[in-house]
């Protein structure tokens, strides 16, 4: 720019609308084996998906447990015979 007095610059304002992804608080195993926690989450979104998975590898071996619209809490029995087991929340489409 050969002529940088006549630069201007002017400022803009951004806004993040939801809506926001579930928010996982209060996990833990109780004595008996079933894993507790609490799903809330902001403004606008719509129900959550609870899902479960054994195997992280593979995206295709998530299952739909339960589905609910926050805030909830959300039990499950996890006396399986699998090594291990993963959850994940995710806001229905």
Known sequence: DPNPDNDTASGAVNT???PWPPLLSDVYTDNSG??????????????????ASTNLVNPANWVNIYTGTPPFN????VKTNFPARFYRAWVSP
């Open 34 to 51: 079933i894993v507790h926690f609490a799903i809330t989450n902001g403004a606008g979104a719509g129900a959550v998906i609870i899902q």
């Open 16 to 18: 993040v609308a939801g």
């Open 74 to 77: 959300f039990s499950y029995d």
